[in-house]
């Protein structure tokens, strides 16, 4: 692979293609169907993992092609080489089966450069209130994934994955009504990947009601998003009106609980711009994140197809930079890095360069 790029560059690139996503042939978006992050692509950018936008609206008008070069990948803007690329391949594991059959892939998906990951519950107890730019239950709905997964079918597919080099799975929920709020199954799963195989195990899930869960669950998995998305309180009452009824405070007592157990630095919470929010939000959410020793993962928007989002854009890549320098400046002052994270989103970075600039 070659770039015609420099480091800095190359973060420079991928912000600006994960604003306004990449062409690419038709061929390899069914190929890459399912893989990763929906309605997206897996490109290595000089060795950094990138996954691009490929199947909304907005990259029919992108300036940015990929198109095969020799054994490779070519990068273009406006029809003129910008450098090499490499796009991640699909993992021998996803053909294999569990005993019923169901191919791996549809318990378990590549993500970033050496992770996995599964959705444990493909629902959501929200409903009505539902987070405007998920796609958890459309991607249920497409039959391109399991409803529920089985603690062993999980496990399976992670020793599986395990041998070709993955060294890390995500496991997340939908939100469920059992009281736990997804934490219970996502538990069992990860206790079960830990049982089978040597790989790091990071959760992901809502504020559960009693925190002694997260106790728990920290005895099976290695770190843990907990995600309140939006630190502006009328942008996320529009936009995930379930985890904003949760309340701000719900979210302090869970990331406080998690810090204790999992450790500083293995704790995150995803703060998604461009739903509307104040930059003056994000920064605020940062300052307490940080004070309470929790990584702020910031992403940009990726509205996707089937959500009630599909229509919008990414923000633009001017303004990602803008957020991203302001608040790399507060994790900085806080002495967290995103390489303290052994695993999960943090750990893989593949869908913001924000880890890139807190390494
Ligand atoms: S950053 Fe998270 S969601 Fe994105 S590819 Fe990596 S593990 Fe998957």
Known sequence: MSAAVTFGGVIDLKIDLQARGARIPDWLHSRAGGAGPADGITVFLDGMPVTVPTGAWYVRRSPYEMRPSGESWELLLDGA????????????????????????HKVALRHGRDGIGSTVVQGCVHGEGSCRFCAITVSAASGVTVPRKKPEDVARAASAA???????????????GDGDRGVEPLRRCAAAVKGEADMKVHVQFEPPGDPGLIDRIAEVADSVAINVESFDRDTLTR???????????????AWARAV????????????????GESEESVMEGCRLLTSMGVYPFLVPLRPLAGTLLEKWSP????????????????????????????SGCVHCGACTAFTDITG
Not at 315 to 342: F, H, N, Q, T, W
């Open 162 to 176: 395990l041998l070709e080099g993955y060294s890390h799975i995500v496991l997340t929920t939908g939100t469920t």
């Open 260 to 275: 204790k157990v999992f450790g500083a630095g293995q704790v995150t919470s995803f703060v998604i711009i461009g739903l």
């Open 315 to 342: 923000p633009g890549a001017e303004k990602m930079k803008g957020v991203y320098e302001r608040a790399a400046a507060i994790v900085a002052e806080s002495g967290l890095r995103a390489s303290i994270c052994d």
């Open 81 to 104: 080489a910008v450098c090499g690329l490499d796009v991640a391949g699909e993992p021998e594991y996803y053909r294999k089966t569990t005993p019923e059959s169901v191919p791996y």
């Open 239 to 253: 936009m995930a009106p379930g985890k904003s009824a949760t309340g701000l405070a719900e979210y302090e007592i």
